[in-house]
């Protein structure tokens, strides 16, 4: 779990600039909020939780609100100290 975590880090800022990249390429507003989560979910895999919350909290579309109400149902576990499900 140490290893996997530490390549997660590791990952982060590659992978939240290859998510930034895709959120200027986005052609729509839904896009983008498709990106915000995927920025979200990053920052709570890799315990920056008040960036996730940023994240968040950019998504207003319906279209999204089933995959945000699950990221912050996660993001509510892992900030109480709950550890995070293993990678699938």
Do not use: C
């Amino acid at each position: 779990p140490e290893e996997i975590r530490q390549a997660e880090l590791q990952l982060t800022h590659p992978a939240l600039g290859a998510w930034t990249n895709a959120l200027a390429l986005a052609p729509s507003d839904e896009d983008r909020e498709g990106v915000y989560l995927h920025m979200a979910r990053w920052y709570l895999r890799v315990g920056q939780f008040a960036e996730a919350r940023m994240q968040l909290a950019a998504v207003t579309n319906e279209v999204h609100q089933a995959m945000r109400q699950r990221l912050e149902r996660n993001l509510a576990e892992r900030s109480a100290g709950k550890p995070a499900e293993p990678a699938n």
